[in-house]
């Protein structure tokens, strides 16, 4: 990250104060709180502290100088380099730069604090792990919990913590069932796979399901109890686990499907949890018909990307933290919500190209049936897919508080309708008055469109397939309403620039526009 990234003398005056920029006085001496500033920015997504500087009132700033730059920065190295006052620096010379304020000539200077690597988290001061580690929460930097300082120490390691050996099992307490399944599919996606004929002990070491222990004896890994356990052996190594589908398709019913990992009506592990909530979330897509060789293919790239997200979410799962995996589907979207900051950083992840799961045996385990990307491509490729649907695009949050939580939207609903809503939701109907009776039927469909109207846009955007040109007849019969309504509709969708018409009169044809 270089300086001008998130700091630009030129355009010092339009800056605020957010999750990525801090400013301080510092005329004379280093501020205290510059440190806790510093670990909150290495433990997040970096940012630039601005010394030499003060918040108005207003939010603007104002430049107070440093009366010895030369000695502020002598101080702040011998600060960052000082072990009982910084666990780690993780600057070089090029993270400092000074300006002259423009306006004043008075000397600032602008440090800036890269996010740290996995393997240098939690970044610390003062020495107190647990008093002293900072995450930023947009303007202000707040002291981590412990789970979430026990999570960035977990994730130090090289090996992930699905590697771990249960010696206090053994593989005949798996669920063979489960194990079955898998190595069927396996077969499936890929035949003839040389692991094939191995008995499933070798077979479960082979996949990194089980390793040998202490004892020279063959024991199921983390990953393995995970993948394949029974929900009841799981818990007793992860007390946390817990895997939750809720479906929401009825306002009036509370939930119109759900499944669990504790119900013990089955096995619980996250194979079986995969499968039963995948062709859950897929009941409802669409699917083209198409024909290769013969052979209808019902798999398209939305269901592909629903595979990925969903895979994604669970390897990157911190099993040790509460609150458990949580995957809510309703009408207009589906949330993936997992324990665990993104480990590649939220940017990283979004443009992909970088592959670092929190458990990586389970993330083989995916591999080996054709499910998850290794390369980090997952996200992009949803981006896309979703871009190509013309669906709004998907939200990456991380939440901070008790717990790091990873969550991903991915909304069905079309890009074009977001404008609408908003105007729906911000401006009230205009009734009309007796003197406006007679206005023109343009300037009735300039007005706000109603919520009715809205979900009958939706049932045509949703509809129509990209490219394809279609009837009014064809509208007509979809939302079961009479031609003079048809058409109404119609002309206003195509106001509002979210369909264009192909044609004139009769042979008139109608089409998403690009």
């Keep these: 990250m270089s300086v001008n990234e998130l700091f630009d003398i030129k355009k010092y ?49 104002e430049a107070t100088g440093i009366a010895d730059i030369n000695k502020l920065k002598k101080e702040f190295w011998d600060g960052v380099n000082n072990k009982a006052l910084c666990s780690i620096n993780i600057l070089t010379d090029d993270y400092i730069a000074t300006y002259k304020d423009k306006k004043t000539g008075k000397d600032i200077m602008v440090i800036t604090v890269p996010p740290a690597a996995r393997e240098q988290k939690p970044v610390y001061v003062r020495g107190d792990i ?26 130090q390691p090289s090996s992930t913590m699905d590697m771990k050996v249960i010696e206090n099992l053994r593989i005949d307490q798996l669920n063979m069932n489960t194990v079955r399944n898998y190595r069927n599919r396996h077969k499936l996606t890929k035949p003839g796979h040389i692991w094939s004929t191995l008995d499933d002990s070798e077979y479960l070491e082979m996949i990194g399901a089980a390793a040998y222990g202490s004892d020279k004896k063959l024991h199921p890994t983390a990953a393995g109890l995970l993948m394949f356990g029974d929900e009841f052996r ?9 895997l939750d589908y809720r479906e929401m398709l009825d306002p ?29 979330l897929i009941k409802d897509v669409k699917v083209p018909f198409r024909m290769i060789g013969g052979d209808r293919i019902d798999d398209t790239p939305v269901h592909k990307a629903l595979r990925e997200v969903l895979a994604n979410c669970l390897v990157n799962t911190d099993f040790y933290v509460d609150r458990g995996v949580v995957i809510l589907k309703n009408q207009d979207y589906i949330i993936f919500e997992n324990p665990g900051y993104i480990r590649v950083g939220k940017e990283q992840m979004r443009k992909g190209g970088e592959s670092d799961p929190r458990n990586r045996a389970l993330m083989k385990m995916f591999n080996m049936i054709d499910i998850g990307e290794r390369s980090g491509s997952g996200v992009p490729a949803l981006f896309s897919i979703w871009e190509n649907e013309g669906w709004e695009d998907p939200v990456i949050e991380e939440r901070f508080g008790e717990s790091s939580r990873t969550v991903v939207t991915v909304s069905f609903r079309k890009k074009a309708l977001r404008q609408l809503i908003k105007s729906a939701d911000k401006k009230a109907p205009i009734k009309k008055s007796a003197d406006k009776k007679s206005a023109d039927k343009k300037s009735a469909d300039k007005k706000p469109p109603t919520k009715k109207s809205l979900t009958q846009y939706e049932t045509i955007l949703q509809f129509m397939e990209p490219g394809k040109l279609y009837q009014s007849s064809d509208i007509g019969h979809l939302l079961a309403v009479k031609d003079n309504r048809t058409r109404k509709i119609l002309r206003e969708m195509l106001s509002l620039g979210i369909i264009e018409a192909v044609g004139n009169n009769k042979s008139r044809r109608y089409k998403l526009k690009k």
Excluded at 135 to 152: F, L
Aim: charged share 30%; glycine share 8%.
């Design 13 to 61: 005056d339009n800056f605020r104060e957010d999750n990525r920029r801090e400013v301080k006085k510092a005329t004379e001496n280093l501020p205290v709180s510059l440190w806790d500033t510093y670990s909150s920015f290495a433990n997040c997504y970096g940012g630039v502290i601005i010394l030499g500087v003060k918040e108005n009132a207003d939010k603007s700033w």
């Design 234 to 242: 799981i818990v007793r190594e992860f007390p946390a686990y817990f």
């Design 252 to 280: 009036t019913i509370r939930w119109t499907d759900r499944f669990y990992s504790s119900t013990g009506e089955w096995s619980g592990n996250l194979f079986d949890f995969y499968f039963g909530v995948y062709n859950r």
């Design 130 to 155: 647990w008093n002293g580690t900072y995450r930023r929460n947009w303007e202000g930097d707040y002291h981590c919990t412990p789970e979430e300082i026990k999570t960035m120490l977990r994730d």
